[in-house]
């Protein structure tokens, strides 16, 4: 906490302003080209494989541009103090933030209005420092720089008049160049606007003046640099030496304390100043207004949701100021949460290399006059949000969820806007900072008639080319064409405009400032409603934090799928993605982490909203609702900070006379005087009551106030490796902006690399868990899948992490998705290998064989082949959504790794298309990042499957007959009928003597049943079917269908269809992992269906004991019902637990089997459905009798019910044999809560003594009480069958 800068103790990170900085040219050196403009250049040379010394001579100087237009370099002259301990001084960075594109000169003909704007200089850990900068124009004294200017326009105008045709990239070249050549006077004309000559003109350079702040202070710090500047340009010398102005806000100006507002003094006038109390909103003090003006309502809440969701957010625009206040405005209203990753208001242009990281980022780029944004080759867009400012316009990533309540959202901050009379859609020629800026400035500067100083805000070229026939007959054919031209105006002196209708400056910033806070709150109110609950959901697992930190990677920190589940559905696209990003991972951490140390500021804040809605509010803190619910707050959180601001509660001393030597400080107007660096290297010694505030006790406060602060000056080892910690799983948080050399450049790109390789293995990793723990839970039965939400959010960031892993280090841009662009080269290049081999190779195979040898044709792996399987999808009208579909296709096959490997292996391909730096370029990198994919292989996705669900697609289906028992073709027609999760086939003829066929039907989803029968024509009706199977032939997924009975009459139960049931075959692992890496087989059912043995019945079969059968039961109803415990999108197929191996017929057919006389008594088999058919009889015919009227209507009705839904089986149109009858009456009885009513009937039917023996279960009472209390736990759920299970039956 000590302050080695000030002498004072209590001197350290409270002072208001840490650094005052003077950039400008350093007259000793002269003109130097800027450097970084030509490392930057080197860099684009090297992208375009020129070498590095023509690019030099070219672009380095970059002569094409007219002298006043180049970047020469800028210099800091001066900085007080020297160092500061907590905050050290980063010249460069700094240099290069207050004059982002160098020195720039200009004439007396030139607009030279002064600009702010501000930068941020965000350290590795996150802390951040702001400045706010005022360029100004100063006339340049030096003759060797005046005649140096001189001698390049000569070299300039040369070179031009040698090209006179040529255009380029100067705009008044181009003018140039598309005026006539025969007009030679208009070309002199030109030559004179666009020059420079030292006997003529005057020539001014770039200057600017600097703060450097711990806190956003923005209207203050703007305020006493204006104020500084006038006492520069105004007539009069100012009041004091500028020393004692600047030497009073570094050392006498503290920080105004939490919850308070100071007044300091400027040069001229007194600043007021304010800062939030610790329960309110954090300091912001940008104006929300001109984001909004800027952006408009709607585009800032699409840019919002980009940034919520960490997508690349790149900001365009001329004007730095206008980058700083959107990128500084759309950071304040994430309240609770924080950016966390790359974050770089303002790019230099040295830095464009910076796009290329293939990280979330937040930047923004400053716009060159007249370029458009398709001249603007960005490395990757796949996952881009591009907002232009200047022009109202953002262009958006293809897939992303809407923000939750999103119109109501609009509404409700539109109704504030509108309170202050803005308009929601924005207002693009809104007055922003220049504006403003230059209202303050010219009033004082003088009409004084030398240089041709007029007072108007700028000259336009219509004006001085107005002499010129060319831009006459120009006008004059605009005219006929319609197309407007800007009419130039010149307007009067502003300080004639501001005596008339002149708002007091205060009132202007008060509403500025009310309007800011009752916009956060709005948003604010947002997150306090969505996530009102989340604290339920953080799991505190550590007993200490050094455990906390060990094992941070390997721990979940919040319960994300009960979290989602209590949300309303229409929340859930979107939550389900923000919870997976690292600002709410983050902002969990640090939850976790105020068990053993103070809150973080943000949450604190934010927990306290919680505990205020929960007082207020009367609903179960439990119960989500997606009622909207308004921001109650908007008034009093106005009220606090107008009381502050016109109550102030603390003055700083006033600045007085230093002790300067005589005749310094010397006044001369217009040109920023020479700082006397003894009197401001160091603070007050001891002169006032501020800085020697040197007691322990206060230095207690101060640390105390230290943590309360919105901004934690990160000057504690502990809190460093707090910081490490938390930025697990980021990539790289800030670039170091100051040391630029080729070799830092690689250090970075190898810091983005192995950035990407930790999240490519923590994506992995996550998808793995989530689908494992969820197969684990399920091993059970056969469907180990969790579809759904959180599933789509995985494979859509892994989507985004690919994409960003092809567009780092890119040569050359084409097209939106980088990896799209790759695999359409290589599919070019194989494709012509093709043609010129003639034979296609395949590059593995896939086999399926049945037990009876008949096999499925092999289906052919091919990356190609895939590729085309996505070409030929009409739906998809885009390359992002071609790459992405293509990725979700090779997931599925469990091919993506293989693919992606088979891409890489085409060196040549690789090194044409990447630099040498780029990821794919990494050699170990990219085998551990295939690794980490493959490890993908061992769980099943249908990321593919059912996501584009209208798609066609071709299936191929094989019929295996039991050669041994009967013949392998039928002489009569056979038909097939497939279903799956999202429709059927319908009937389909299979062509005679085929056992194959091709189809192609929408897409059915995952396959549940197969229906398939004949006519029983032919004298080979008999048909003894092994099994069915199908395969979806884009994503090579075979199902099974198995059979194991007959089709025919007086066969088997005389069955001519049936229907099948299916499951999943798990692909052969011919993959290099091997078999250790796999999951253990899901259970299936055996070929020779279970009913195979029931039927034969030959007594040599080991049958199931009493015991078994009834554990049977439990373990079917018990599937059921936790099937309708699963969330909606993750249950799987009912049928299978219905129909099959270890479903519900299947159990029951063991309890009506169990003691069943059969085939000892009669001669020919006796099935289940004949007793049934038998009891039916009996109901009909006789008359119950019961102990009681109530008892006989319930039996009555029951008995009415069971007879209706039998007949209603046995006259429906199917030739469905006994046993298929016998499942569609449980799955009818099971689907209308009627079974634990039939158990009962048939167990008191007198036929039970005839056709079951003693010992039977259902002659047992107790077991039959039992059995219809288990099946009794079923009335609770809607069972909806699948159409093929009961088509055709009418009750």
């Not at 940034?307 to 206008?322: H, K």
């Not at 097209?815 to 296609?840: F, M, N």
């Not at 102990?1187 to 019910?1201: G, H, Y």
Request: hydrophobic share 35%; charged share 25%.
């Amino acid at each position: 906490m000590s302050g080695s800068g000030a002498p004072g103790p209590g001197a350290a990170p409270c002072r208001f302003a840490h650094y005052f900085v003077l950039c400008g040219i350093d007259a000793e050196s002269g003109l130097e080209p800027d450097e970084l403009a030509v490392l930057y250049k080197w860099l684009e040379a090297d992208l375009h494989g020129k070498s590095s010394d023509t690019a030099d001579k070219t672009s380095g100087e970059n002569f094409d541009q007219s002298p006043l237009r180049r970047t020469f370099k800028s210099k800091v002259l001066a900085h007080y103090p020297q160092n500061i301990e907590w905050n050290p001084f980063d010249q460069d960075a700094v240099n290069m933030l207050c004059m982002p594109k160098g020195l720039s000169f200009r004439t007396q003909a030139d607009n030279r209005d002064p600009q702010l704007h501000s930068f941020i200089i965000t350290r590795e850990d996150g802390s951040r420092t702001y400045g706010f900068v005022l360029t100004f124009y100063e006339e340049v004294t030096s003759k060797q720089i005046c005649t140096a200017m001189q001698t390049l326009y000569q070299m300039h105008n040369a070179e031009q008049y040698s090209s006179v045709c040529a255009s380029s990239s100067c705009s008044m070249d181009s003018l140039a160049s598309s005026i006539d050549e025969g007009d030679a006077t208009s070309l002199a004309k030109l030559q004179r606007y666009n020059s420079y000559d030292i006997s003529r003109d005057t020539l001014y350079v770039s200057k600017c003046i600097c703060l450097i702040t711990p806190l956003p202070f923005m209207q203050a710090c703007k305020k006493f640099l204006v104020q500084l500047y006038k006492a520069v340009t105004s007539q009069q010398p100012p009041p004091l030496p500028l020393e004692s102005y600047i030497h009073n806000i570094l050392y006498e100006v503290p920080l105004p304390p939490p919850g308070r507002s100071l007044k300091f003094y400027g040069v001229y006038e007194p600043i007021i100043c304010q800062r939030p109390g610790p329960n309110e909103l954090p300091l912001s003090d940008y104006p929300l207004r001109e984001v909004f003006e800027l952006l408009g309502l709607e585009n800032l809440v699409q840019v919002f949701t980009c940034v919520l969701l960490e997508m690349q957010i790149l900001l365009y625009s001329q004007d730095y100021q206008r980058l700083m206040t959107v990128a500084e405005g759309i950071t304040t209203l994430l309240f609770p949460f924080q950016w966390q990753h790359v974050y770089v208001p303002i790019l230099p242009a040295s830095l464009l290399h910076f796009l290329d990281a293939p990280v979330p980022y937040l930047m923004g780029l400053q716009s060159k006059e007249g370029t458009d944004r398709s001249k603007l080759e960005l490395p990757q867009e796949a996952n881009l949000c591009f907002v232009d400012i200047d022009n109202h316009f953002i262009e958006l990533p293809e897939e992303f969820p809407q923000f939750p309540n999103k119109l109501e959202f609009i509404q409700e901050i539109s109704e504030v806007l509108l309170q202050f009379g803005i308009p929601p859609e924005g207002n693009l020629h809104c007055s922003d900072s220049a504006t403003k800026l230059k209202n303050l400035v010219l009033s004082d500067l003088v009409n004084d008639k030398k240089n041709g100083n007029i007072p108007s805000n700028a000259l336009n070229m219509y004006e001085l080319l107005k002499g010129n026939e060319t831009i006459a007959r120009l006008q004059a054919l605009a005219k006929r064409t319609g197309v407007t031209m800007e009419k130039m105006t010149i307007t009067a002196p502003l300080a004639e405009k501001e005596k008339d209708g002149k708002l007091p400056c205060e009132e202007v910033e008060l509403r500025d400032y009310k309007l800011n806070v009752q916009l956060r709150e709005v948003f604010a109110n947002r997150f306090t409603q969505m996530f009102a609950d989340y604290e339920a959901f953080v799991i505190q697992a550590a007993p200490d934090m050094e455990s906390w930190l060990t094992n941070r990677e390997q721990m979940q920190n919040f319960d994300k799928a009960s979290f989602l589940s209590d949300q309303p559905e229409p929340y859930l696209p979107f939550l389900s993605h923000f919870i997976e990003t690292q600002m709410f991972a983050t902002f969990i951490d640090n939850k976790i982490i105020s068990q053993w140390e103070e809150k973080d500021p943000f949450l604190r804040v934010f927990d306290s909203r919680i505990e205020k809605i929960r007082l207020y509010n009367v609903r179960a803190p439990a119960l989500r609702t997606s009622n909207y619910q308004k921001c109650s707050t908007l008034k009093e959180a106005a009220q606090s900070i107008e009381q502050r601001l016109m109550k102030i509660d603390h003055t700083a001393i006033h600045p007085h006379l230093l002790d300067m030597k005589i005749g310094q400080g010397k006044y001369e107007q217009g040109f920023f005087p020479k700082l006397q660096s003894d009197v401001l290297a160091t603070g007050p010694t001891n002169n006032n009551r501020w800085a020697s505030r040197s007691t322990t006790t206060q230095r207690r406060k101060d640390r105390l106030r230290q943590h309360s602060e919105h901004i934690g000056l990160d000057n504690d080892l502990r809190e460093k490796y707090m910081q490490e910690a938390r930025s697990l799983g980021k990539n790289l948080r800030q670039p170091k902006l100051s040391d630029l050399s080729p070799a830092v450049i690689a250090q970075t790109n190898w810091k983005f690399v192995e950035g990407l390789l930790k999240e490519c293995r923590m994506k992995t990793k996550r998808m793995l868990v989530e689908k494992m723990g969820h197969e684990a839970v399920e091993l059970g039965h056969g469907e180990a899948n969790i579809t759904g939400l959180e599933e789509n959010t995985l494979i859509a960031s892994l989507c985004d992490l690919l994409e960003r892993i092809w567009s780092h280090g890119l040569q050359v841009k084409q097209g939106k998705s980088a990896l799209w662009s790759h695999l359409l080269q290589y599919q070019e290049r194989e494709e012509k290998q093709e043609h010129s081999a003639e034979s296609p190779v395949a590059v593995g195979t896939e086999r399926r064989k049945s037990d009876t040898g008949i096999t499925l044709p092999t289906l052919r792996v091919s990356l190609i082949q895939d590729m085309r399987h996505v070409q030929n999808m009409s739906e998809i009208k885009t390359d992002v959504g071609r790459a992405r579909a293509w990725i979700r296709l090779s997931l599925e096959k469990k091919l993506l790794s293989q693919h992606l490997k088979q891409l890489l292996s085409n060196q040549a391909l690789a090194k044409k298309l990447y630099k040498r730096y780029a990821f794919l370029r990494c050699e170990e990198e990219r085998e551990q990042f295939l690794y980490h994919l493959l490890s993908l292989n061992a769980v099943d996705y249908f990321c593919f499957t059912s996501v584009f669900t209208t798609i066609m697609i071709p299936y191929r289906s094989v019929i295996i007959p039991i050669k041994k028992l009967s013949n392998a073709i039928t002489t009569s027609n056979p038909w097939i009928c497939v279903s799956g999760e999202l429709g059927d086939t319908g009937v389909m003829q299979i062509p005679k003597n085929h056992l194959e066929m091709t189809f192609e039907c929408q897409n059915l989803g995952k396959l549940t049943t197969v229906q398939i029968g004949h006519d029983n024509s032919g004298l080979l009706a008999k048909w003894l079917v092994d099994c069915v199977m199908v395969r979806n032939e884009i994503t090579g997924h075979t199902y099974k269908f198995p059979c194991g009975r007959w089709l025919g009459k007086g066969v088997d139960d005389g069955s001519l269809e049936r229907i099948l049931i299916g499951e999943l075959v798990s692909s052969t692992p011919d993959e290099e992992l091997g078999k250790q890496c796999r999951t253990p087989p899901q259970q299936k059912s055996p070929t020779t269906a279970r009913r195979l043995s029931i039927t034969s019945l030959t007594g040599k079969n080991t049958k199931p004991n009493a015991g078994q059968i009834q554990e049977g039961i439990g373990e079917a109803v018990n599937n059921i019902v936790k099937h309708f415990h699963k969330p909606e999108k993750e249950r799987g197929s009912l049928t299978i637990l219905l129909c099959g191996e270890n479903g519900l017929v299947a159990a029951l057919e063991q309890v009506f089997h169990h003691g069943f006389k059969s085939a000892r008594i009669f001669h020919k088999n006796v099935f289940i459905w004949d007793f049934i058919e038998k009891a039916v009889a009996y109901f009909e015919t006789s008359d119950q009798i019961g102990d009681n009227e109530e008892a006989l209507l319930l039996q009555r009705s029951s008995c009415k019910t069971f007879c209706h839904y039998v007949n209603a089986i046995n006259t429906a149109p199917r030739n469905i044999g006994k046993d298929g009858k016998f499942q569609i009456l449980v799955c009818l009885g099971t689907r209308d809560h009627l079974l634990s009513q039939w158990i009962p009937l048939l167990a008191e039917c007198p036929l039970i003594t005839r056709m079951y023996e003693e010992n039977a279960l259902l002659r047992d009472r107790m077991t039959v009480n039992s059995l219809i209390r288990v099946l009794q736990t079923l009335q609770d759920f809607n069972i909806v069958l699948e159409g093929s299970l009961v088509k055709g039956v009418d009750v």
